[in-house]
Every structure is written in structure tokens, then in C-alpha cells.
């Protein structure tokens, strides 16, 4: 059973660089077939994606953030890493990482199938 | 970029059946999933497909997707069914290729 498990820091300062970790743990990225996504909420507001990755390095991300956002993938450690440039208050959230499930079948899905606990963010000075 | 329109809240006595709505242009040719957050905790997925449910999700949780709303429907409800649901979509189309809906707080009266 694959789990995900999000690491970083509490606290931002504004303009500041955040890094965010997602470990897998339950299988491997090196050769397992799934994606990765990165998804965020804010307090009592609705979720938003921010970007995936693939096996094959294909990336994604939200159009209105992709200035400031790089994912990468270390299949050795089975992470996944989401830097976001320049922080601002407004990126005060819970930030998730999520799996995209893989069938022989059919490819990838579109759905998140699993979750991590979520780190939560606060970006203050 | 495309949007996911939900009703804020839906209230339904125990044993009786929610229907939560996802409102979208043509969102029947699109796949819809539903998750379930309970407070403080991560999006749990309840049908993804429109209509399929992951193992482990009660048959009571069923969907259904045409025209322009896919609706998740909970049958039988019970207190633990109280949170927060959401429906979700891909969509090439749009600046986010996952899109989310707005949520709706299922309170169970």
C-alpha cells in the first residue's frame, strides 16, 4: 500500500523560497507507474492543483503560479520536491501531495487515489 | 478556465439521502471525482469515473454525471458521512488541468 508524507517548513517569510518534500513510501518511484501531484488548500477554502510530474519527467503546472514553481523528481529517495518562489501571505495553505494512479489498461488516471497528511504553510514576517 | 459550481451546504437527517451537485459547461463528456475531507484531515476519494468506487467505500456512495451536473449521491446517511466533498474534473482546456469544485459541507442533522 503506497503511502505519501509531505515535509517542510511551518514559516515563510514573505519573498522567501519554500520547498516542499513528498515522500513515497510502499513501493518505488524508480519503477513503479504512477504521477505526482502537489495540490494545496487555504484555511477554510477550496482545493487547488499546483503541478505534476511523471516517471518520464513530464511536467506540468498551474498556469497563473508557473513563474514560481519547479517539481522535480528523485526516484532514487522516492521524492518529489515543489519549490515555490517569492512567498506572499496569500500562500498561507495545507499543502498536499497526491498520487495519479496507473492501470495497463488505460494509461493514467485523472484522479488523485491517495494522500498525504498535508503540511500546513504559513507565510508571515 | 473552467469551473466546477457546488451548493455550499446540504443538511440531511439520518438514514435519509444527500445529493451533492457539480455544476459544468458539457461536464458530462468530461470523468468526475468526488472526495471526502473530514476537518483537519486529507481529501479521501469516493468515486472517480463518475460512477466507480474506490475498495473500501460503502456502496452507499454512488454517482452519476450527464448534460451540464454530475451529482454524488449518499444513501442511507450517517454521522460519519458529516464533512466537507468535493467533485473534480481534468480539463486540457484550462489554465489548471485538474479543476476542483467549490465544496460543499454535508451536515447531518
Known amino acids: 500500500q503506497v503511502t505519501l508524507k509531505e515535509s517542510g517548513p511551518v514559516l515563510v517569510k514573505p519573498t522567501e523560497t519554500l520547498t516542499l518534500t513528498c515522500t513515497v513510501s510502499g513501493l518505488s518511484l524508480s519503477n513503479a507507474k504512477m504521477g505526482v501531484s502537489w495540490i494545496r488548500q487555504p484555511p477554510g477554502k477550496a482545493l487547488e492543483w499546483l503541478a505534476h510530474?511523471?516517471?518520464?519527467?513530464?511536467?506540468s503546472y498551474s498556469t497563473s503560479l508557473k513563474s514560481r514553481l519547479t517539481i522535480s523528481m528523485d526516484t532514487s529517495k522516492s521524492q518529489v520536491v515543489l519549490t515555490m518562489t517569492n512567498l506572499d501571505p496569500v500562500d498561507t495553505a495545507a499543502y498536499f501531495c497526491?498520487?495519479?494512479?496507473?492501470?495497463?489498461?488505460?494509461?493514467?488516471?485523472?484522479?488523485?487515489?491517495?494522500w498525504g497528511q498535508g503540511t500546513l504553510v504559513t507565510v508571515s514576517s | 478556465s473552467y469551473v466546477l459550481t457546488q451548493p455550499p451546504s446540504v443538511s440531511v437527517a439520518p438514514g435519509q439521502t444527500a445529493r451533492i451537485s457539480c455544476g459544468g459547461d458539457k461536464i458530462g463528456s468530461k470523468s468526475v471525482h468526488w472526495y471526502r475531507q473530514k476537518p483537519g484531515q486529507a481529501p479521501v476519494l469516493v468515486v472517480y469515473?463518475?460512477?466507480d468506487r474506490p475498495s473500501g467505500i460503502p456502496a452507499r456512495f454512488s454517482g452519476s454525471n450527464s448534460g451540464n451536473t454530475a451529482t454524488l449521491t449518499i444513501s442511507r446517511v450517517e454521522a460519519g458521512d458529516e464533512a466537507d466533498y468535493y467533485c473534480?474534473?481534468?480539463?486540457?482546456?484550462?489554465?489548471?488541468?485538474?479543476?476542483f469544485g467549490t465544496g460543499t459541507t454535508v451536515t447531518v442533522l
Open positions: 497526491a498520487r495519479i494512479p496507473y492501470d495497463d489498461g488505460r494509461g493514467y488516471h485523472t484522479h488523485f487515489d491517495s
Open positions: 469515473d463518475d460512477s
Open positions: 473534480q474534473v481534468w480539463d486540457t482546456s484550462s489554465d489548471l488541468l485538474y479543476v
Open positions: 510530474i511523471f516517471p518520464n519527467d513530464e511536467k
